[in-house]
């Protein structure tokens, strides 16, 4: 047996596994996940003369993966609008069921079928960053994108993955108080990410103390996170537990709150 045979067949061991799963959070049917990486893997012998040189086989074999996913891309009948998302989030009176998602993450096939709802280009970039643990500067490498294109689609994309799961949408009055609230919304991904200065993380904690909508919104964004990231890593390699627990803070003390909003009918 050739070298270049026993290094192939050392990728197909190491990677495929990883392969299928990114198929499958990409919106690949279990079968054809399968098909997918065997067609990653006929790609990849095509060009197994330069396996040597390939510094990062899986990042490799990942781009291979997402160029023929996109190549046989469906529209789901269901996807989301990024522009009537981002409308929802810039009304203060927007928020979620917040009882809905917490049960919604506990499946991890509710999820994967919410990330069906995403424009390709907005579901890639959270799929690489929250499930695959990519930096952002990484994605914007691996997509062939700006770092600013690559932040905005990342923060887009988590509202619609939210508003995906979400069955009700709520409308509540609305308390100002420091920052409003898209302003607050716009800053929940770096929030999450420790990307903000600690004046622009004191005027986010002072908006989610008072605000009765936003912390459903920003608590689901870290929950479905968690249950992405333990998907792929340990549990306690996922969101920074001091976040989790501030997160858990922010349901207790407005428990009542929510629990005594009128609930909105079901769409």
Not at 45 to 66: C, E, F, M, S
Not at 158 to 181: F, K, Q, Y
Not at 193 to 218: G, I, W
Request: hydrophobic share 40%.
């Amino acid at each position: 047996m050739s070298g270049a045979t026993l290094k192939f067949e050392q990728l197909v061991e190491d990677h495929s596994a990883a392969l299928f799963r990114y198929a499958r959070w990409l919106g690949a049917s279990s079968s054809d996940a399968q098909d997918m990486v065997q067609e990653v893997y006929l790609r990849a012998w095509q060009k197994h003369d330069q396996l040597d040189g390939i510094v990062a086989p899986r990042a490799w074999l990942r781009q291979i993966l997402h160029n023929a996913f996109i190549d046989n891309v469906r529209v789901s009948r269901f996807e989301l609008d990024v522009q009537d998302v981002e409308s929802l989030w810039q009304d203060e009176g927007y928020t979620v069921d917040l009882e809905e998602i917490l049960s919604s993450k506990e499946s991890v096939e509710a999820i994967r079928a919410a990330l069906f709802d995403l424009p390709f280009a907005y579901r890639s970039v959270v799929i690489l960053h929250d499930l695959e643990d990519f930096t952002v500067a990484q994605v914007a490498a691996e997509l062939s994108i700006s770092l600013a294109a690559a932040k905005q689609r990342l923060r887009r994309g988590r509202m619609m993955l939210i508003t995906a799961l979400s069955r009700h949408r709520g409308v509540h009055e609305v308390e100002p108080g420091g920052i409003g609230c898209w302003a607050a919304r716009e800053m929940i991904s770096p929030f999450i990410d420790n990307e903000l200065s600690e004046a622009e993380k004191s005027q986010v904690q002072s908006h989610l103390d008072a605000c009765p909508t936003c912390p459903a919104l920003f608590a689901s964004i870290v929950k479905v996170n968690e249950v992405m990231s333990s998907n792929q890593r340990d549990p306690d390699e996922s969101v920074d537990p001091a976040l989790s627990q501030k997160v858990q803070s922010y349901l207790d003390e407005h428990k009542v709150r929510y629990s005594n909003s009128p609930r909105p009918p079901q769409s």
